[in-house]
């Protein structure tokens, strides 16, 4: 398997009601020897040197900055926002943040596994875009900008897992 690859929602996302409205919703997933819980993934995927840059472009940008602190208080649970995201839902396994514009949701989940008899874990990153209405018809549509950055949205995406992936490996050895 490639270290981040697309995959199929699972059926108890929190991304599901986002993929039934007709809303664009992507999956990732990697899986990693042994257990790892959501709290690490977490904790890994916000703080990886990747994900750090993104927070320093969201601290110019919008004016949102974040630390390694906060990071780990979302994966804690003890916070309801983290940069320029607040927290939708969140369960032992899975987290589903939304942006300040109500626009885009972002979805991480640990989930345990066997793999040949050994204990390993599926780690899930996803996606989802929810149309916006049109000023005159008011019909809902995803916009010229949506279109021009889902190519560079998907190799982010699978870059931001794999770096996760490798900083939780980087953690284990």
Known sequence: MAVAAPSTLPPESFLQPYLQQGAYVDCYSTQLPGLVTQTRFVEAFYMTRLFKLERA?????????????????????????????????????????????????????????????????????????????????????????????????????RALLGAARARLLSDAA
């Not at 004016?63 to 995201?85: E, I, M, Y």
């Not at 780690?123 to 809902?140: C, N, Q």
Request: charged share 20%.
């Open 57 to 157: 472009i969201l601290a110019w940008v919008v004016k949102r900055p974040s630390t390694d602190a906060q990071a780990t208080q979302l994966a804690h649970g003890s916070t309801d926002s983290f940069a320029a995201w607040n927290v939708e839902r969140q369960s032992e396994n899975q987290v589903l943040l939304c942006d300040l514009h109500g626009r885009t949701r972002s979805w991480l989940m640990a989930v345990a596994e066997e793999a040949g008899g050994t204990a390993c874990t599926r780690l899930y990153f996803g996606s989802a875009v929810v149309p916006a209405a049109s000023g005159r018809s008011g019909r809902k549509r995803m916009g010229t900008s949506f279109r021009l950055l889902l190519g560079f949205h998907r190799i982010y995406s």
